[in-house]
Each structure stands twice: as C-alpha cells, then as structure tokens.
C-alpha cells in the first residue's frame, strides 16, 4: 500500500457516487402509481420495481467479500458505477415495463456492491478513533438521500415526467466516474481467494428466497398464511443453514462467519438489526395510520415525517463525533431508552393524538436511530482484525435488506391479522369509525411487539463496550 492516501478525494468520490445510487432506493416509491397508467400493469407488478431492487441488493452482498478481495477499489468502484450508469440509461430510453424493470435490477448492482466497498474502504484508511465521524459521514448519504427520494421525485413526476428520474442521474453518475478516475486510490490488498461456487448458489438462495418471501408476506393478502411465502422462506433458511455450515468447513470462505466469535460484533450487529426493522417498520405502519384514520394525503403523510428523516441524516455525522469522543455507551444506552419510549407512544395511538405531538415522537424515534445504528455498526466492525474487514462489511450489508424487509412484513403482518381479527368479533355493522378502531388496534398490536424487541435492544446495549481494533496499522 501505498504510505500516504489523499482520504478528502476519496471521501468526497465514494460520497458522490452513493448519494445517488442510494437515492435510486426510493426515487421511485411516489412514481409508482403514475408508472402503473404509464405502462398499464397492476399493483403487484409494478411493486417489482422496489422488491426486485432491494432482491437484486440482498443476493449480492454476500458476494461482495469475494470480489473485494479479487478486484483494487478502483476497478470495484469504476465498475460498480459504470454498471449503475448503463442500468440507468436502460431505465431513462424504456419503452415497455420489462426493460424499466431491467434496469432497475441493473441499477440495483451497482448499488448493492457500492456499500461494502466503501464501508471497507473506509476501515483501511481511517484509524479506529476517528471512524466514527466518516461513518457518520457516510451515514448521512445513507440516511438523507432516502429520505429526499419520495419527495424529489413527485416534484420530477409533476413538472417533468417519470424519464426525468433518471435522466437527472445520468450526468452525476458520469461525474462520479470521472472523479474517480483522476483522483480514487486503492486501499487493501488484493489476495485472490478461492471462488467457491456452490457457496454462492446457497447464499443466493438463502438470501435472495428470505428477502423475497418476507418482502411478499408483507404485500400479499393472506401474508404468512400463504403456503406458497412459507415454503419460500423454509427453503430459502435451509439453504442459509448448510451455506454457513459450509463456510465453517472451508478454508478460504466466501464469507467468513466466524466474525460473530467477537461478541462486540455480535452485539453491534444485532443491535443494527433491530434498529433497522424498527425504522423500516415505522416508515411503511406510520404513514399507513397517517393517511387511514387520521385522513391525510399521502403528500402530506410524507411531508409530516420529512423533518424526522432529514434531522435523522444531519444527526449522523454528529452522533459519529460523539461516538469517536465518549465511545458507543453513552450514545447507544441512552438512544434505546428513547427507542423504548417511542415505541410506549406508538403502542398506545389514538385519532385523539394532537399531531405535532407525533411529528415530535417520529423526530425522537430518528434522533434515537441516529444515536445507536452508525455507532454500533462502527464499533462491531471496529472490533475485527484487517483480514476480516471484508466479511465485516459484507455481512453488515448483507442484514440491513433482509432486517428492512423482515422488520416490514412482520410488522404489516401483525397489523394487518389483529385488525381483521377485530372486525370479525364485531357483532355490530361494519362502519367508518369501527374501521378506525380496527386499524388503530393492529398498529398496538404491531409496536407492541416492536416495544419487545426494543427492550431485548436496551439489554444488548448495557453490555455494549468499545471495540480496540486488534492489528491496524494505517495506510
């Protein structure tokens, strides 16, 4: 390696090109509806768009370890986002719903490697007591740029039209290349593992099946009463079992899972993972009861929890700081005694809720996530020597879209399955208010269960310590 590295270019190259890829997440989630006239398809297909993208993310990640070690940041990095252009170009020029769709899943490549690159990157460049303040950073494009998606893009679908969400992208995505192109440096080293290819036909399974068959259960109708979703999710944790028994038994692992034998990691990442479920849960339940037995628009519903999402991404490089100051404790402890609380409030909701008492608990809620997720992905991946950083990351990214679609249906689910059992023990006719009263039932029920996994949260995080990276030695 090299003994000095400009880290501002390649910060600022990494920030670019991840802005927008991670933008794409939810650039489309308020086109939908137009999208479904534009090419006369129903609800379920055009929902393609999203599951497929975060599908495409899942079932890659895992490989990212892999090529990490095969490929210099620099060809991983150009690749990744010269794949990502070309899926945005197919996406801007389609003339039908199959080639829009295939660039999605085209563009959902480059944004399902970029990740793990960066968050390695990242670990071999800066020293353990300032990672904090870079993945938070970081987290505030991971943060802020899903945030402005919906809303940035009914602006483009009112003024402009749909193309115009991806037209938009084109030259930052060219820009990104270019920068990276002058200034972007390698960092680590390339080592060329041993490519085990029934291990990625496990994981693909395994993770691609989890996040489709959770994904579905929280879209279809009979949820996981449905055969079909149970049996997709059986085989796919079947397939997840034998692919980390096999990477016990190998010598050089796609991806090595002895990373949870550190218990900072293990509990990190946890933590991670339940924050994740939690937010993803809140930003899909929230706006739900929003727009049902409160009545608002669905731009309005977005509107009311914009300011909590953005203070979430501002909040990120702060709480990093803090982090790399006082260590994870003091952040993450109290973060999820707010968490707690904010789950109290959703579980006892009402139509008699003033609502900027609930832009209040939602601005709580971002503010508590911001507090616990960055710092303790931070100070899992901390914990592990350089070998591993690429298994680290993997995994982390790995979790984060089968924790968000996992979190989603399970939450939907529980809503869902209390308010139809609530209508079915009324013996009086089916009303507007007794509607209300059964969606405003489903979601107790839902945070009632999300109150429990954050209490499981608040007992993890008292046994949080910080993490002493155990062999860095700067680039």
Same mark, same amino acid.
């Given at each position: 390696?090299?003994?000095?590295?400009?880290?501002?270019?390649?910060?600022?190259?990494?920030?670019?090109?991840?802005?927008?890829?991670?933008?794409?997440?939810?650039?489309?989630?308020?086109?939908?509806?137009?999208?479904?006239?534009?090419?006369?398809?129903?609800?379920?297909?055009?929902?393609?768009?999203?599951?497929?993208?975060?599908?495409?993310?899942?079932?890659?990640?895992?490989?990212?370890?892999?090529?990490?070690?095969?490929?210099?940041?620099?060809?991983?990095?150009?690749?990744?986002?010269?794949?990502?252009?070309?899926?945005?170009?197919?996406?801007?020029?389609?003339?039908?719903?199959?080639?829009?769709?295939?660039?999605?899943?085209?563009?959902?490549?480059?944004?399902?490697?970029?990740?793990?690159?960066?968050?390695?990157?990242?670990?071999?460049?800066?020293?353990?007591?300032?990672?904090?303040?870079?993945?938070?950073?970081?987290?505030?494009?991971?943060?802020?740029?899903?945030?402005?998606?919906?809303?940035?893009?009914?602006?483009?679908?009112?003024?402009?039209?749909?193309?115009?969400?991806?037209?938009?992208?084109?030259?930052?995505?060219?820009?990104?290349?270019?920068?990276?192109?002058?200034?972007?440096?390698?960092?680590?080293?390339?080592?060329?593992?041993?490519?085990?290819?029934?291990?990625?036909?496990?994981?693909?399974?395994?993770?691609?099946?989890?996040?489709?068959?959770?994904?579905?259960?929280?879209?279809?109708?009979?949820?996981?009463?449905?055969?079909?979703?149970?049996?997709?999710?059986?085989?796919?944790?079947?397939?997840?079992?034998?692919?980390?028994?096999?990477?016990?038994?190998?010598?050089?692992?796609?991806?090595?899972?002895?990373?949870?034998?550190?218990?900072?990691?293990?509990?990190?990442?946890?933590?991670?993972?339940?924050?994740?479920?939690?937010?993803?849960?809140?930003?899909?339940?929230?706006?739900?009861?929003?727009?049902?037995? %409160? $009545?608002? !628009?669905?731009? @309005?519903?977005?509107?009311?929890?914009?300011?909590?999402?953005? /203070?979430?991404?501002?909040? +990120? #490089?702060?709480?990093?700081?803090?982090?790399?100051?006082?260590?994870?404790?003091?952040?993450?402890?109290?973060?999820?005694?707010?968490?707690?609380?904010?789950?109290?409030?959703?579980?006892?909701?009402?139509?008699?809720?003033?609502?900027?008492?609930?832009?209040?608990?939602?601005?709580?809620?971002?503010?508590?996530?911001?507090?616990?997720?960055?710092?303790?992905?931070?100070?899992?991946?901390?914990?592990?020597?350089?070998?591993?950083?690429?298994?680290?990351?993997?995994?982390?990214?790995?979790?984060?879209?089968?924790?968000?679609? %996992? $979190?989603? !249906?399970?939450? @939907?689910?529980?809503?869902?399955?209390?308010?139809?059992?609530? /209508?079915?023990?009324?013996? +009086? #006719?089916?009303?507007?208010?007794?509607?209300?009263?059964?969606?405003?039932?489903?979601?107790?029920?839902?945070?009632?269960?999300?109150?429990?996994?954050?209490?499981?949260?608040?007992?993890?995080?008292?046994?949080?310590?910080?993490?002493?990276?155990?062999?860095?030695?700067?680039?």
């Amino acid at each position: 390696m090299k003994t000095k590295i400009n880290s501002k270019a390649i910060l600022i190259t990494f920030m670019i090109g991840a802005f927008f890829a991670i933008l794409n997440e939810t650039l489309l989630n308020i086109a939908l509806t137009e999208l479904m006239r534009v090419f006369n398809v129903d609800a379920p297909t055009i929902q393609w768009l999203v599951t497929g993208f975060m599908l495409v993310m899942g079932v890659l990640m895992p490989v990212s370890a892999l090529l990490i070690q095969w490929f210099t940041t620099r060809q991983m990095f150009i690749g990744i986002m010269t794949v990502f252009l070309f899926g945005t170009v197919i996406a801007a020029c389609a003339i039908n719903f199959s080639m829009l769709l295939a660039g999605r899943m085209i563009q959902a490549v480059g944004t399902g490697l970029l990740i793990p690159v960066i968050m390695n990157a990242f670990l071999f460049i800066y020293r353990p007591e300032v990672r904090g303040k870079i993945m938070g950073t970081f987290g505030l494009v991971i943060m802020f740029a899903p945030a402005i998606g919906p809303t940035l893009s009914g602006v483009i679908v009112d003024l402009v039209g749909w193309r115009w969400l991806f037209i938009t992208v084109i030259p930052f995505a060219v820009f990104s290349i270019l920068f990276a192109l002058k200034f972007l440096e390698n960092v680590g080293e390339v080592t060329r593992p041993k490519v085990d290819i029934f291990s990625i036909i496990l994981s693909t399974i395994g993770i691609g099946g989890v996040v489709y068959g959770f994904s579905s259960a929280g879209e279809d109708s009979e949820g996981f009463r449905s055969v079909t979703i149970i049996s997709i999710i059986l085989i796919s944790l079947i397939s997840l079992t034998m692919f980390v028994w096999r990477q016990l038994k190998l010598d050089e692992p796609l991806l090595d899972v002895r990373v949870f034998k550190y218990n900072s990691f293990s509990r990190g990442i946890s933590l991670f993972v339940i924050v994740i479920m939690a937010m993803f849960a809140s930003e899909i339940v929230m706006p739900m009861y929003l727009q049902g037995p %409160l $009545g608002y !628009s669905a731009k @309005v519903a977005g509107l009311l929890l914009l300011p909590g999402a953005l /203070l979430n991404g501002v909040m +990120s #490089p702060i709480m990093g700081t803090l982090f790399d100051k006082y260590g994870p404790r003091k952040l993450i402890i109290p973060g999820t005694i707010v968490l707690v609380g904010v789950m109290i409030f959703y579980s006892n909701i009402s139509t008699s809720i003033p609502i900027w008492s609930f832009i209040l608990v939602y601005i709580a809620l971002m503010m508590s996530i911001s507090a616990i997720m960055m710092p303790a992905q931070t100070n899992a991946l901390n914990i592990l020597p350089q070998k591993l950083y690429p298994h680290g990351t993997a995994i982390a990214s790995t979790l984060q879209p089968i924790a968000g679609a %996992l $979190g989603v !249906s399970v939450f @939907v689910s529980i809503m869902t399955q209390s308010r139809t059992n609530f /209508l079915e023990e009324q013996s +009086s #006719p089916i009303s507007e208010q007794l509607i209300t009263e059964a969606m405003t039932y489903g979601v107790h029920h839902a945070y009632w269960f999300a109150l429990a996994l954050c209490v499981v949260a608040l007992l993890i995080a008292l046994f949080i310590k910080k993490s002493i990276a155990p062999d860095f030695t700067q680039a």
